[in-house]
């Protein structure tokens, strides 16, 4: 350390990168070598780490919300298994058979829809569209999707036995590339709804019912956050099915739930 | 498919820094959600041009740049002045008592940062909100070491002020 008098001119516009720690060694040693005998120098260096940890321990290092993690996840493997949106089903046999029965579903949605456009869109369906999300969204952390997991409907509809004041319709829908994953219990608009699980390709599908008197409401869409929602009430009882799938296929699914809710 | 497994495995863990620049460089929670998500689809397109390196900085680039044009596109109502101007949001000079309470008063030094015009904004909370260095930084905002260095100085000197403190001069 022979040459290390510095002048405070020198030395001021490198007290920032001393507190960012941007000084190589030899750098750093210099400076702190002037600010030791430099009052100035050393008072506005305290400054600067001052106003540092000032912004370092106030500014908020957010989280990204579980909700866009989802979102990201579901529009990657989107874009890899299909370059266009709304792809196929697999097999070409398969393709006929939904060819046939899209065909029966898109009368039937198609007048619903039209006596349906109007929503029951007030701020307790958003609330509920809300509730339903979130817990859709849980359901997707490992280890949360089903309590019961069975590709068989015979095993998932006594499940919900005694736990729940209904017993959801689980209709087979697999020949229609509608997979039975399974079932678990939630808790929605206060209270314990049914959750039944169906997929198509990688898309989950929820379907969650719960008890809710009143006469029959026809079904209705919306989508929130990268979601899509159908809704409708029969027989007092609350549907909501939510996914990441897109409004069509989903549509699709809702007949032909309805449909095999109909024909049980 | 292995690709995706990459993707997710690299740039993925990175997504709460994505997050923080845009809620940050946006100042809306809605419109950083949008931009990341875009940035992130955005990313992946463009991950076979990803030659290894610093993964977060390459991530925050193309997180930085789709929140410029998302800005842009929102138009001027909702923007700060890109210009050396002054802020929209008017500095008023402070006591010394008050400057104790300020100290203290996180929504204070939030609301100082979100006055900053964005590109002083983005300095600050790359450098000590995320931690990044100024090769980083400058990788990210596209500009070179001088320029971040001389950008985080005016942008603290502003914060200071803003803030009631004294931080001197710097060059």
């Known amino acids: 350390m022979t040459d290390t008098d ?49 912004l370092q321990d ?31 089903p697999p097999s070409r046999l398969r393709q006929r058979w939904i060819g ?25 369906e958003r609330t509920l569209a809300s509730e339903v999300l979130t817990s859709h969204v ?27 004041a209904l017993s959801p319709p689980v209709p087979r ?3 229609l590339d509608f997979r039975l994953i399974g079932g678990r219990l939630d808790y929605v608009a206060g209270q314990a709804a049914a959750v039944v699980v169906y997929a198509r390709r990688q898309h989950l599908i929820d379907v969650y019912a719960w008890p809710q008197p009143g006469s029959d409401v026809g079904a209705s869409s919306r989508s929130s956050q990268g979601y899509n929602f159908v809704t409708w009430r029969s027989g007092d009882v609350e549907f909501w099915v939510v996914s990441d799938l897109n409004p069509r296929e989903l549509s699709e699914f809702v007949g032909l739930y309805r449909g095999g809710v109909a024909s049980r | 498919m292995e690709h995706v497994a990459q ?57 930085r740049n789709c929140c410029l044009t998302a800005q842009r596109q929102r138009g001027r109502r909702r923007m700060d002045s890109l210009s050396e101007d002054h802020d929209a949001v008017a500095v008023e000079p402070r006591g010394a008592d008050a400057l104790a309470i300020e100290r203290s008063d996180r929504a204070a030094i939030e609301r100082a940062v979100a006055a900053l015009p964005i590109e002083y904004r983005e300095v ?45 001069e710097a060059g």
């Not at chain 1, 309590?147 to 015979?154: E, F, K, L, W």
């Not at chain 2, 955005?42 to 997180?63: E, M, Q, S, Y």
């Not at chain 2, 400058?138 to 950008?151: C, Q, Y």
């Open chain 1, 58 to 88: 106030n500014l908020v290092h957010y989280d990204a919300p579980d909700v866009l993690k989802a979102r990201i996840r579901s529009a990657l493997s989107q874009s890899v298994e299909s370059p266009q949106p709304n792809a196929a």
């Open chain 2, 124 to 168: 600050i909370v790359l450098r000590e909100v995320e931690g990044l260095s100024y090769a980083e930084i400058s990788e990210v905002a596209g500009v070179p070491i001088g320029t971040v260095m001389s950008r985080l100085s005016r942008a603290r000197q502003r914060l200071a002020s803003a803030l009631g403190r004294s931080v001197k």
């Open chain 1, 6 to 54: 510095m002048s405070c001119d020198d030395c001021r516009p490198m007290l920032e990168a001393l507190v960012d720690d941007e000084l190589a060694p030899e750098e750093a040693a210099r400076v702190r070598t002037h600010v030791a005998s430099c009052v100035e120098c050393a008072r506005t260096l305290e400054s600067q780490k001052d106003l540092s940890r000032l």
């Open chain 1, 138 to 164: 849980r359901s997707l952390m490992p280890g949360h999707l089903v309590d019961v997991a069975s590709n068989d409907q015979h095993n998932v509809k006594p499940w919900f036995n005694g736990k729940v």
């Open chain 2, 7 to 63: 993707f997710e495995a690299l740039i993925l863990p990175h997504l709460d820094a994505a997050y923080t620049l845009a809620r940050y460089l946006l100042r809306d929670e809605h419109d950083a959600q949008d931009v990341v998500q875009d940035a992130a689809l955005r990313a992946f397109k463009h991950f076979a041009g990803f030659r290894g390196g610093d993964a977060r900085a390459w991530f925050l680039t193309i997180v």
């Open chain 1, 100 to 124: 046939l029965a899209a065909a029966g579903i898109a009368i039937a949605v198609a007048s619903s829809a039209t006596t349906l456009v109007v929503m029951r869109s007030t701020t307790t």
């Open chain 1, 173 to 175: 829908l697999d020949s």
